[in-house]
């Protein structure tokens, strides 16, 4: 692994799936199957027809893809980089029942909206002006899908972003050789021409709050989840105790103060976000990292192909020790751990300890819910702090304000983010226009919401005898 | 005893045309010189007909010249060229094939010939060429582009009447074995190839190319492979026409007036059993081009290995042993079983549920495969009381060996359209209802 300071940036994170060139390509959308009433469509949560898609570039109509791709997702330009899709469509590949490799579905995906990008043009343009105003708190993957479909509808949107920069977790929080920041500022850059205002460095108040909900016909709430939580337990106050979110920001600004800035790291967690700290750890330069988690490696909720990644990066995986205390004077030293095992489902802790030293910790075990903004708009919210909506809009339990995203859902992928957005869109649009059908521009997309119904084929009756 | 394999004799015999196998280069671009052929010889290949000649001075030649249909991730599915007959003096030739045969004299060095449809120039060519040592003459009476605007190639092989004069100008002259090279680009390949039987022919080769075009460039909207923008129609070869080829081999190897003539196969054969399909509908030698611009002279190695192994796992040890052997099961329409019944089915444990048999049975031919939407699984049912057995199922699916067509036994006695017509439609009700 590099490690002067030019090289880190340049080798430890350079992308771990490359762009497909044109012929590797076509050779790869040809293997397609084409399945009918596809289980990779039905996998992805904005229903993005793949087999199509994949088809329109095996035909060598890239840009003809590129619009299938971002008419069901707005935001399909990163998804194809930040999917987790071993878990989503690639994983529902028939070809896993064949023995054979999937077809790398993500890879496709990046191809045919990097030619969309090329062309600096949107596939689809703003509706007809609709003389409604949606303000949207929030501009993450939740905020800018609902914006998008919104702008397509016609209704004039308001973005208001509490950072100075757009984009919320896909350009913060994306491990680097996933996305870099700048591919998620060219897709807003190219998706916000359909005419949002986009308000940054705003956060949102009671003031802000109560004249949104007095200046706009509807509001959505895309606002993801708040901080890292926090341990809870003594030292956790120490130099060189880090949150996986600041940290995963600064690596991504490039800052050059967390390279070398740790001789042994222990990262704390057992999510993708952990996995994502141990391997950014060592990329910029720390010698050993250890990934502590609570449980065995079962309970981990980290997908299998990004444990993999932060073993490949040579991590250690220290699984059963529960953290009890950060050591260290002014900076910390090491981290007090306790075995523990699992019985009949309940975590027992060894009341024997051990230490392992080290000179930095990276808490990533999860964000908190951020219920400030929801009290704010007055919406009510479930037992587990995410905010209560309707299933089918989107919308909350107050009259015109709409939510979804990772408050919705607890936390989940860019993906699901964007098809909430999208649902949220045609939720709002309904209230705002009741009765409102789908009409020639939004027709399709609208299908893509629930996934368009595949209608079972009558089987062979006797009008169809014969030759 | 020491285990011994049987002895496999490749040698061939196309209309006393002799060659150690039956894989001989066709006419075209790779038999250009002799120093291509005794490469392609040393290589292991049993025969060359060498690159048409003419008279001189020779044709010249346009600058871009070959184009191919690739489809899916296949190079060369399909290939094209408006080359001309050689572009070299006569002399030149004739002095390489007689060096060739001095070096390989087991090896059948053929003369493809076309000049203008005048006695004298055929005799005069055909004595040059026997001079040099050719073993047999090919007439091209088969290239369809260049040389057909000037009155020969395939503008001789599409009028039957020429066809048969011209043979007989040859054979007149021929003291060796002449194949009339047929020409596809014809409404019924069986009347060219009996007027070259009328005229003496010893045998014939086909099939030349096909009239093509091979393509529209959409975003520069010129031909796809062009001289300077324009391009004249080409000859189509190269997989793609393979089942044509094979369809004109099998009207000559079971047309009455033609039945027992050789026949040098030629048509998109890319690999050996290409070619034993070639000899099992009659062909006593193959001819092959594409496949060696696409992949070099190398390929007869795998040609002559594969033919032998094959030979040896059916008990054959002469090329003898099956030639025209499944010719006979090639007929009219009218002698097909009314009464055969297959139907397809779906092996569960192979099947990845990728459903694309379903939609394409039930968008577009009989509607009979259904799924089970109780299942969760996916994967689709035949129901075999209304399977047609038009195999589009089968054909459709990736995976080898998942839906296979299963004769049924009717318990009904055969019954062609042909008997039915005779017998005044008896029985008819009988069939109608069983599809």
Redo the contacts between chains.
Sequence with gaps: MARSTASVWRDNFAELKKPLVREEARVEASRCLYCYDAPCVKACPTHIDIPRFIRQIAAADPLGSGETILEANALGHSCARVCPVEVLCEGDCVYHDWHEKPIQIARLQRFATDAVHATDELPFSAGEDTGKRVAIVGAGPAGVACAVYLRRLGHAVTIFEKRKIPGGLNTFGVAEYKMDGKTSLEELRLLFRLGCTVKTGIAVDSVLAKKMTKDFDAVFLGVGLAGTKGLGIPGENLSGVVDALSFIERVKAHDRRVLDSSAVTVVIGGGNTAVDAVTQSRRTGASKVILAYRRGAEDMSAYDFEVALARADGAELLLNAAPKRILGKKRVEGVEFARTKTSKGKLLEDKKTFVVPCDRVIKAIGQQKDESVAALFGVALNDDGTIQVDAKTLRSSQAGIFAGGDMVNGGKEVVNAAADGKRAAWGIHRALIPGAQPDESSSYWVSTIDGRVVAPIRPRDEANHGA | MAHKRAKIELAANTAGIKSPNPFWLASAPPTNSGAQIMRAFEYGWGGAVWKTLGQDPPVINVSSRYGAMDF??QKLAGFNNIELITDRPLETNLKEIYQVKKRFAKHAVIASLMVPCEKQAWRDITKKVIDAGSDGIELNFGCPHGMSERGMGAAVGQVPEYVKMVTEFVKDASSIPVLVKLTPNVADVRFPARAAKAGGADGVSLINTINSIMGVDVETMVPKFSVGGKISHGGYCGPAVKPIALNMISQIATDPETRMMPISGIGGISNWSDAVEFMLLGSSSVQLCTAVMHHGFRIIEDLNAGLEGWMRRKGFTQLDDFIGKTAPNIVDWKHLNLHHKTVASIDKEK??????C??AC??TT???I??D?KKKN?KPHV?QD?CVGCNLCSLVC??DGCITMTTVDTGLKPLTWDELMKNGMKGYGEVYRRH
């Design positions: 899916g991730g099947c990845i549920g990728c459903d694309v379903y939609v039930n968008d009989h509607q009979c259904a799924i939407t996916r129901l209304d990736p995976v």
